[in-house]
């Protein structure tokens, strides 16, 4: 049973890969990143509503009447990851940001098993834990560094991409409070998980609470995108370009779904240090395999030794994480 829960991190890991892929492709038909995010958002909400619909368990949501207010906030964190990618990639650079936000999850993750946190048993760590972190955060470094095609950042809960208008990374661009946005937007993925999973306690079905979460998703960045629009900070979004984007271009909301699903359901059976460690080590997985052999429209990127020792590195993290 173990082996089929540590399999399926690595493979809902892997899904975020493939949403970055999707998601770029979205984002140059919309013209906009946050309109973007807005429709994907509201797009995997329409899926698992019909979802709700089909299996019948919609009628678990009246059971919302009997959930502490909080347990509806798991929600906020994909705007909040969405919007710190569109915001610091531009401005620190996407190693940075990239970085950051896995630090963040890292951090995050030991938090919540350490102190038991949202309801995650609490586990007692040894050495093995930490050099398993360590060994993650320098795997994760060393792909990033060898990634040597830049192109447009993801949006969405896809993978940390290269931004093709990044500066170099200069001091003055790294202030505390972007560094405090990249540790924060990264912390809330995997307190996103455990608050869901606090969420499945009342409400019991699955789908209706990712439901949930990505109607408290789509809600708050249709607000952001709103305000943006209003300020004209974003531009108008370019729908009628919608049919000629690649069919795979809408398979980022139903990625994100099976991210969002497999987080919370998992985070509760194997933790949320060893959850977190799996799925990124299976998303840089998949994204190897989508960059050497250019898929998904992707440019192609050679495999090169630093992103093999990167996921060596990560390989190594998760099992001692794992087994310690």
Known sequence: MIAVLLTGALVIGGLLAVQASANLQLTKAVGTPYGAATLQLWVAAGLL????????TFVALTRLGDVPPWYLLGGLASPLYITSGILLFPRIGALAAGGLFVTGQMLASIALDGFGLFGIAR????????VGSVAVLAGITAIVRGQRVKVPA?????????????????????TPGRLLLGLLAGAVLP???????R?????????VVALVSFLVAALAITIVFAVLRTTDRT?????????GMPWWGWLGGLCAVGYVTGTFMLLPQIGAAVTVALTVTGQQLASALIDTR??????????????????????AGSVLIQLF
């Open 49 to 56: 509503g019909i979802l709700a619909v089909a299996t019948g």
């Open 123 to 130: 586990q007692t760590f040894g050495a093995g834990t930490l």
């Open 154 to 174: 993801a949006v969405g809960l896809g993978r940390p991409a290269d931004a093709s208008a990044s500066p170099p990374l200069s001091p003055a661009g790294v």
């Open 191 to 197: 307190i996103q998980g455990a608050i869901n999973a």
């Open 199 to 207: 969420l499945r306690t009342v409400v019991v079905e699955p789908v």
């Open 235 to 243: 531009p108008t979004p370019q729908l009628d370009r919608l049919g």
């Open 294 to 315: 250019g898929l998904f429209r992707m440019p192609q990127r050679p495999f090169t030794a630093a992103r093999g020792v990167g996921l060596l590195l990560l390989v």
